[in-house]
């Protein structure tokens, strides 16, 4: 009777595998934090994603510099959308920030009508008082 050895699974030094983690995650966190911003609901996120990608970007790059890392251009990308992703974020909350501010007494004169209105011909009212009011 013949007998077969199937053969062995190569083995992976732990150098290589170990590096190719951060940029990885460096580059799904800013193309997600990237998405997160531009969708403006999932703004915070795209903030906080952003931040965590950009330094997770950087750590990916510097870590081990004699070595690198394994995989340079996804830490780079990842990098790249999470300076985006900050970016648009920051831009998006001073906008809707100086929109609010600027229109504060706005929006308290129409929630204060809305609370007076006791029918749907006042609310429609209301509602187009607000449209032309606001900046």
């Known amino acids: 009777m013949v007998s077969i050895e199937s053969p062995s699974p190569p083995v992976l030094s732990s150098?290589?595998?170990?590096?190719?983690?951060?940029?990885?995650?460096?580059?799904v966190l800013g193309?997600?934090?990237?998405?997160a911003a531009l969708s403006f609901v999932l703004l915070p996120l795209g903030l906080v994603g952003g931040v965590?990608?950009?330094?997770?970007?950087?750590a990916a790059l510097t870590r081990g510099r004699p070595g690198g890392t394994a995989n340079p251009g996804q830490a780079i990308a990842g990098l790249v959308c999470g300076i985006l992703a900050?970016?648009?974020?920051?831009?998006?909350s001073l906008r809707v920030g100086t929109f609010v501010a600027g229109n504060t007494s706005v929006f308290t004169s129409f929630s204060h009508c809305i609370t007076k209105a006791g029918n749907h011909s006042e609310v429609a009212h209301c509602i187009a008082r607000f449209a032309s009011s606001v900046r």
């Open 15 to 27: 150098s290589v595998r170990s590096k190719n983690g951060l940029g990885t995650a460096a580059l």
């Open 31 to 35: 193309v997600a934090s990237l998405v």
């Open 86 to 92: 900050l970016a648009v974020s920051i831009a998006f």
């Open 52 to 58: 965590v990608a950009t330094a997770i970007g950087v």
